[in-house]
């Protein structure tokens, strides 16, 4: 066991021109940090660095001794890839070939019944002094070990492979003792309602319980909420008592306790009680079919959905008067009513969700600006809809339309077919 430090300072060196370059988005640093929330450690520092031997040096001289430091990126086989011989360069220590890696990669590439390339014999070296961890994904594994009084764990830069590899590293981690000790947590998923809303409505709590540790953060779905307590008696049960009041604050607006998506609540939810779903989507065009069947096992509840981008297609496929399009506009609450009324009868299914709104940039008007989006929820026993404004660009509002329909159509799962499922704190909708 090493003599680590209660709370090691952790930093991140994420690695990739495409991350600078504004090809791919650095999530693999968020995905660390939430593999670590557990232990409620902090990360001090994120550094995004070029595909180049003197950036990552000085990245890795921006580190301390006693530092936990996770290096993402630079694993593969390709020129660019460089995180192994730099590291290796960078602490003095011969690059060796561990025989049991190239026997597993041979192994994998045998299956696959690709031959075996030269340059793919690099991911079997790794620098003295660090361990192997198997990719359960794909073919580079992780390294973790302590060089230059730092402990480094090398992570592959593609976020499923990183994904994988989190497990069993911070399982490493923690029989090293690198890590410590879990602390006592409560968490709460959110959707809904923004950031600054969750912190008034918790305002009260938090002066009340101020030993406890508090974090509030942005996912897709909407906001997490992390209570964290200290090690003694009195923290838990400060902790225990602000999960109650928090819970009685928030109400609806959670979505989940766990580290679960708000797509797999409501998958679910709906295979709990063998209901089906279809969608009906103009200006996500897509989007939430495609969130509800990222999960395996989608094709137990979600039956299909259909595109009406076009007035035509509402008219023709969903059953909305063209009259009332020209009254009313393809945005508005009878529309919207129309079309999820309309899917789940053409399709046949238990449920139906249902979308129209202007994403931006342009169509906006006074009476209708940009962001103003209708969703529509149809149940075996009603028809409900809710008018929303959302702020921010076309991506962006299209991303809080998928979170919005799908959180709304988990609350008619949680709360019943009868009644809406919205409420006066949901901070993202607006008045019909």
Request: with cysteine; hydrophobic share 40%; proline share 6%.
């Amino acid at each position: 066991m090493s003599g680590a430090p209660a709370e090691p300072t952790v930093r991140i060196i994420a690695i990739g021109d495409e991350l600078l370059e504004g090809r791919t988005a650095d999530t693999n640093s968020r995905r660390i940090q939430q593999a670590l929330g557990a232990h409620a450690v902090q990360v001090s520092l994120i550094q995004v660095v070029p595909d180049r031997e003197e950036a990552i040096v000085q990245a890795l001289d921006r580190t301390g001794t006693g530092d936990l430091v996770f290096v993402t990126g630079g694993l593969g086989s390709t020129p660019d890839d460089l995180t192994r011989d730099v590291v290796a360069r960078w602490a003095g220590v011969e690059l060796v070939e561990d025989p049991a890696v190239k026997q597993l990669l041979e192994e994998r590439w045998k299956k696959r019944g690709i031959r075996t390339s030269p340059g793919s014999g690099r991911q079997s070296q790794v620098p003295r002094g660090m361990t192997p961890l198997a990719n359960p994904v794909g073919s580079a594994p992780g390294l973790v070990g302590r060089l230059c009084g730092r402990t480094l764990v090398l992570l592959p830069g593609v976020p499923q492979e990183l994904q994988g590899l989190l497990p069993a590293t911070v399982q490493w981690l923690d029989d090293q003792g690198d890590l410590p000790r879990p602390r006592r947590t409560l968490l709460w998923r959110t959707a809904q309602a923004s950031e600054l809303a969750l912190v008034r409505a918790c305002s009260d709590i938090n002066l009340k319980y101020s030993r406890l540790e508090w974090s509030w953060w942005l996912t897709d779905w909407g906001v997490d909420v992390r209570l964290a307590a200290p090690g003694d008696q009195a923290g838990a049960e400060d902790l225990a008592a602000a999960g109650l009041e928090i819970e009685k604050a928030l109400g609806r607006m959670i979505y989940s306790r766990e580290m679960e998506t708000l797509p797999q609540v409501v998958q679910r939810l709906m295979l709990g009680r063998k209901t089906t779903l279809s969608v009906a989507e103009s200006c996500t065009a897509g989007m939430i079919g495609a969130a509800m069947t990222h999960q395996p096992g989608s094709s137990g509840f979600f039956r299909g959905g259909i595109l009406a981008y076009a007035d035509e297609v509402k008219t023709g496929q969903l059953g909305v008067p063209r009259d009332l399009l020209s009254d009313k506009g393809a945005v508005s609450q009878e529309t919207v009513l129309y079309m999820a009324a309309g899917c789940r009868q053409r399709i046949g299914t238990d449920y139906a969700v249902a979308v129209s709104g202007i994403s931006g940039p342009d169509g906006g008007t006074v009476d209708k600006p940009v962001g103003t989006t209708w969703i529509g929820i149809a149940t075996p026993e009603a028809v409900f809809a809710r008018k929303y404004r959302f702020p921010s660009d076309r991506e962006r509002n299209r991303l809080l339309t998928v979170a919005a329909a799908v959180d709304s159509l988990r609350r008619v799962l949680e709360l019943g077919d009868g009644d809406p499922p919205w409420q006066p704190t949901d901070s993202w909708c607006r008045p019909s």
